[in-house]
């Protein structure tokens, strides 16, 4: 078995999408392939850093921003 390395681009958007799907399943949103790739774009250009995500102010603009899409 070979061990490949992970490029820091391919780290830090699995990461990205990780903290994305743990806040969203915080706040009982269902997932959805298309609702990951709108919020995934949108921390990209609204959201500092990945950790960022995580913090409970960024949190609460996330799950704001999606209340007002509704």
């Not at 490029?7 to 990951?36: G, Q």
């Amino acid at each position: 078995m070979q061990i490949q390395d992970i490029d820091e681009i391919t780290r830090t958007a699995i990461s990205r999408v990780t903290n994305i799907v743990r806040i969203l399943a915080s706040h009982f949103k269902p997932l959805t392939d298309t609702l990951l790739m709108e919020v995934y774009d949108w921390t990209v250009s609204q959201v500092g850093g990945v950790r960022d995500l995580l913090t409970e102010d960024s949190s609460n603009v996330l799950v704001a921003w999606l209340a007002s899409k509704s």
